[in-house]
């Protein structure tokens, strides 16, 4: 297939398009993951190996907040046959409460704990599969402590009028990941650090054993106790459950999860699921699995194969094994068992055949901790969105000197590191093909493919005038190139002053992508360190200088920008890295600020493509307003998150 057939075919292909992008460029970062794990041979590579990836992990997840007291109260108690249940309220950060259930079995002492952090359920700690895997623990030697992750069970940090909660959990996680990925952070850094601060309340406990803490959880809680069991050197035994495959199957198939799930630039680095288990090595890790889970089987397999190779070099191979159960996804009776058989041996020095009896399962009602069923109707309760705020307020300040302080060159150059925007002489040259022409009422419609780089195909109309000007606009409107086309439309009134008029759908929208395929290839390009807004930004600077020599190759014509609703702030980005490009540039309908992405939480879907890692670290959007000159840039009707008209970025209304 040549360059014109492939472009042709990501055209009547439109969904594929993205994907076929962005899975060589993981099969890539694999293979180079791959090359780097093979030379590992001696401890000490290991251990340089294993340190290197703890450091990159806790880096790309924002570090974590200061340990501040946990003011743990035990609001109720249950007692069961052969254990009880301690309910139990904490901070883990400063009135950020955690809601949690603490199973004991019954004989007096200290025991060996296993922190349950819960999967993706609604109601959290108060789940059947949650429940039942704590109570054979509790019954069988070995506490444990379940707590609810934020959004689940009585931690729904968003709250409708009624007082419960506003999204499922996975949504929420996600509409916390859009505000954490702008501040540099992400949601997993919340749930991570949830974990261990469970773990403090743990080990302070005397009837705990501190050197005996142990890890296992389902799906979500699959992935947090990957996190933990990797970051958290407390954990002397983990048994992480229908998470851990390897990323090349996982993007393959299932597709990336939600926000916490992905680390930035995980891919670009090296750090597959893999390393998760190798970091902890030769600490006791089984792995649960299920083969007919959508998390891969084969890349579980893989994954395990990578560890046990690790283990043995280390001499330990016992202490890293596998359980395949012949079923879906899920914490099903076998992986229940096979966790608690895996503790005992561990933790107790007992392996025996355990069981898991027919057990009984409480309300959700029986296990609730707080008075109205929910952390956020507590006097001066603090939700993750309100902690993100207050790091959004500390950093604006950062952000203030950084502007007054830097040379204009040195910020704009960070500016690009962030986007990933390459300089212009080192794009390539815009590919082009055009696709047919037709007569239409006093002017010729043109259509065209552009491609900015290889595998990227750009659909585009062209809007030519019987006698072109030098005046010609590059038009990008976010709900697709047709949308302002119509008869005696904006696009048509320009071109019936002669100019003519490029409007381009950009890589993600329009003939490029569905919707629902939005997230998947967000978090695909999240992992190799690459953002939908630098790619875009590329996109428009290959296009704008397509169009400046639309006409007459050897008479450039000026180029004016128009950016429209979530096409406008790669349109910005585009104007602030390259201003001589572009003779003037229209925003309309366009988010003012980035912040106010965090003030007003809300469905995320159609905002996350316009986020960037760690951007506010460095600017909000009226940074780069105000880089251009006076009576370049035109902006109208700005837009908060919610969509609604507000002040213009950088007026003082935006505060």
Request: charged fraction near 20%; hydrophobic fraction near 40%; glycine fraction near 8%.
């Amino acid at each position: 297939m040549d360059s014109s057939d492939a472009a042709a075919w990501a055209v009547l292909h439109p969904d594929l398009m993205m994907h076929s992008y962005l899975q060589p460029l993981v099969a890539q970062a694999c293979k180079r993951r791959t090359a780097e794990y093979e030379q590992l041979r001696t401890a000490e590579q290991i251990a340089t190996y294993q340190e290197s990836r703890h450091r990159f992990f806790v880096e790309n997840l924002g570090g974590f907040p200061e340990r501040t007291p946990l003011n743990p109260t035990v609001v109720g108690e249950i007692k069961r046959d052969g254990y009880r249940i301690e309910k139990i309220l904490f901070e883990s950060q400063p009135q950020h409460y955690v809601t949690a259930a603490m199973y004991l079995p019954q004989a007096v002492g200290q025991h060996p704990c296993v922190l349950v952090p819960c999967g993706h359920a609604q109601n959290g700690k108060a789940g059947v599969l949650y429940q039942r895997v704590c109570t054979l623990l509790a019954r069988n030697g070995l506490a444990a402590f379940c707590y609810d992750p934020i959004g689940q069970g009585e931690r729904s940090q968003l709250l409708d009028s009624a007082g419960k909660a506003k999204y499922g959990c996975t949504q929420e996680h996600t509409i916390l990941g859009m505000g954490s990925i702008l501040l540099g952070i992400n949601t997993a850094r919340y749930r991570i650090f949830d974990g261990m601060r469970a773990l403090d309340y743990v080990v302070s406990r005397p009837d705990v054993d501190p050197t005996r803490i142990g890890c296992t959880g389902n799906s979500g809680g699959g992935t947090l106790t990957s996190y933990l069991m990797a970051l958290d050197p407390r954990i002397a035994c983990a048994a992480p459950s229908c998470y851990l495959t390897s990323f090349e199957r996982l993007l393959m198939t299932h597709g990336p999860g939600d926000a916490e799930q992905e680390i930035y630039r995980q891919l670009a680095f090296g750090m597959d699921h893999a390393d998760y288990v190798i970091m902890r090595a030769p600490k006791p890790t089984l792995m649960c699995t299920a083969t007919h889970d959508f998390f891969d089987i084969g890349g579980a397999w893989d994954t395990f194969r990578q560890a046990k190779r690790i283990y043995a070099r280390l001499g330990f191979p016992e202490r890293m094994d596998l359980v395949e159960t012949d079923a879906s996804h899920g914490f099903s009776a076998t992986l229940r068992v096979a966790a608690v058989r895996w503790m005992r041996r561990w933790l107790l020095g007992i392996d025996d055949a355990v069981t898991e009896p027919d057990l009984p399962v409480l309300s959700d009602e029986d296990l609730q901790c707080t008075p109205r069923g929910q952390v956020m109707l507590m006097d001066g309760a603090r939700s993750s969105f309100q902690i993100n705020l207050d790091r959004e307020s500390s950093l604006r300040a950062q952000r203030q000197a950084l502007w007054q302080s830097t040379p204009r060159k040195e910020a704009l150059g960070r500016v690009r590191e962030i986007a990933g925007v390459r300089a212009l002489d080192a794009l390539p040259k815009c590919g082009s093909q055009r696709m047919g022409a037709i007569e239409r009422g006093g002017y010729r419609l043109e259509r065209w493919l552009l491609t900015p780089e290889e595998g990227i195909a750009l659909s585009a109309s062209a809007y030519v005038p019987p006698q072109p000007d030098q005046e010609a606009y590059l038009y990008l409107n976010g709900e697709g190139q047709e949308a302002d086309a119509g008869r005696g439309g904006a696009v048509e009134k320009l071109v019936s002053e002669g100019h003519v008029v490029l409007a381009v759908d950009l890589r993600g929208l329009g003939e490029t992508v569905r919707s629902n395929q939005v997230h998947n290839n967000y978090f695909v390009a999240y992992l190799l360190g690459k953002s939908y807004i630098g790619m875009r930004v590329e996109d428009i600077l290959s296009c704008a200088q397509f169009l400046a020599g639309y006409v007459d190759a050897a008479a450039p014509c000026r180029v004016h920008l128009v950016g429209i609703g979530e096409f406008g702030l790669p349109a910005l980005h585009a104007a602030a890295l390259e201003p001589q490009l572009f003779a003037s540039v229209t925003l309309r309908r366009t988010l003012a600020s980035w912040t106010s992405l965090l003030r007003i939480p809300d469905d995320c879907w159609a905002k996350l493509v316009n986020t960037m890692h760690g951007a506010l670290q460095t600017y909000d959007l009226p940074d780069l307003v105000g880089l251009l000159p006076p009576g370049k840039l035109v902006i109208e009707e700005p837009v908060d998150a919610a969509g609604r008209i507000c002040a213009e970025p950088g007026s003082a209304d935006e505060e």
